[in-house]
């Protein structure tokens, strides 16, 4: 498969900053996004979570989406403020849905696979409607990922439109990508819905996904994780005909 150059769009972090900007896969080339820190919010405010939208595309046979983050600890600093260690929850992408909201929760109908930020650990569910999630579905493929902390890595989501189904993948970039993408990606996570693994939510008769909301955006988020960073934001269309 062969991935296309990124499309322009807007870049929402933390839910408050937004930039205009061009990103490639990987964040190759010198027109990488580089955001300030996703907790550089109004003073007294408080979120648990952060999330950072990327518009989806219409594709031809389907979309990744990727980002490098970093989540400070002892043992490494990262970027320029002084922030408590990382935490402990998911580094997390809403696959082929819209907002992911309250006030419109059939938008937010995604694939949600994520990597544990402190073991690496990979697990895939399913939301239909926002928040009704599935438990953790049975991978076909998975593999142990590395740690979040003290460290840039790269990670990378991929929904892929097939004639009977929709397979989801997610790699980690494990390289050094302190000053720039090491592209030293590793598959951590791999799932195919042909329509019979979702069950147990309102909304699973939707999957597989095949149309996308209006709405249509890809949204990374990251919950419970002060020192969080990230940097190189990207989304690719996956032409698979060639």
């Given amino acids: 498969m062969a991935l296309v150059e990124a499309q322009r769009g807007e870049v929402v972090v933390g839910r408050h900053q ?5 990103a490639r896969l990987g964040g190759q080339g010198g027109d990488g996004l580089d955001e300030r820190p996703a907790d550089a919010r109004p003073d007294g405010e408080r979120i648990d979570g952060d999330e950072l939208a990327v518009p989806s595309v219409q594709d031809v046979g389907g979309q990744a989406c990727a980002l490098a983050v970093g989540l400070r600890d002892e043992r ?25 909201t309250d006030s419109a929760p059939y938008d937010g109908c995604v694939y949600d ?18 928040p009704d999630y599935t438990g953790n579905l049975d991978l076909d493929f998975s593999k142990q990922g590395i740690s979040y902390h ?3 890595v790269g990670t990378m989501a991929a929904a892929i439109q097939e004639q009977n189904g929709v397979r989801i993948q997610l790699f980690q970039d494990q390289g050094d990508n302190e000053v720039r993408p090491a592209n030293q990606w590793v598959k951590v996570l791999e799932f195919f819905d042909d329509g019979t693994k979702v069950s147990g939510i309102e909304g699973a008769d939707r999957f597989p996904i095949r149309e996308l909301p209006a709405s249509a955006q890809n949204t990374w988020r990251i919950d419970e994780s002060p020192g969080l960073q990230e940097k190189w934001l990207a989304i690719a269309e996956i032409d698979v005909s060639q």
Avoid: F
């Fill in 18 to 22: 937004s930039h205009q900007g061009r």
């Fill in 76 to 100: 490494r600093q990262l970027g320029r403020a002084q922030r408590a260690p990382g935490g402990d929850d998911d580094v997390a992408a809403k696959l082929l849905g819209g907002r992911h």
């Fill in 113 to 130: 696979p994520a990597i544990q930020t402190n073991n690496g650990q990979p697990r895939l569910r399913a939301e239909c409607p926002h």
């Fill in 150 to 152: 003290g460290k840039w």
